[in-house]
């Protein structure tokens, strides 16, 4: 009695060092299972179609699976750089000392015109002002690179994972699925 509880102890700390050790990877795992699950009919079908060549429908499968995922996704990413590169293109000569003069004396003044005291005394720079701005911008911009380059990397490994994970499930999974009824109790 007192091995059972030790061992059921054991078992329970083991289980739980396992959660923390895959829990990044779970969601992959899950939605690899769920995409397997889906395809299963095809890959059998395409297995038997190709003479019970089962590795070469898994990566059959994987490969439409990737079109699938990659093409509205690579599409999205370059109307963003698209619509990046055109602020860019116009952003650029708006910040140049003159036409920044022009706007802030025809567009802002106007309609801020309690700004006028301090643009008649001097008091109001509008160098430093443009200056300060542009730094914390170029600040700002670099801290939003870093996180885009860290979660385009760490995007790409799960994609990978989970491509792999659908591969050895869709190739494996017959196997998979037998071994799991002899083993269940259910």
């Not at 509205?72 to 910040?95: E, K, R, T």
């Not at 160098?127 to 911008?137: E, G, T």
Request: charged share 10%; aromatic share 8%; with cysteine.
């Amino acid at each position: 009695r007192d091995i059972l509880s030790i061992l059921l102890g054991v078992l329970v700390l083991v289980l739980g060092l396992a959660y923390f050790v895959f829990r990044p990877f779970l969601q992959t795992c899950t939605d690899a299972a769920a995409v397997a699950l889906f395809l299963a009919p095809a890959q059998r079908r395409l297995s038997r179609t190709l003479g019970g060549r089962s590795a070469i429908a898994a990566g059959l499968l994987v490969l439409l699976a990737t079109v699938v995922i990659l093409v509205p996704v690579l599409s999205s990413v370059a109307l963003l750089a698209n619509q990046g590169v055109a602020f860019f293109a116009w952003v650029g000569p708006q910040l140049q000392p003159d036409a920044l003069q022009r706007m802030w004396s025809e567009t802002i003044v106007p309609r801020l015109p309690w700004l006028q005291p301090w643009l008649q005394r001097g008091e109001l720079q509008l160098a430093p002002m443009v200056s300060d701005a542009l730094s914390q911008v170029a600040a700002g911009a670099r801290t939003v690179i870093q996180g885009i380059v860290t979660g385009l990397t760490t995007t790409a490994l799960e994609l990978l994972l989970f491509l792999l994970m659908l591969f050895f499930l869709l190739k494996d999974g017959a196997a998979l699925r037998a071994y799991f009824r002899a083993v269940s109790p259910l």
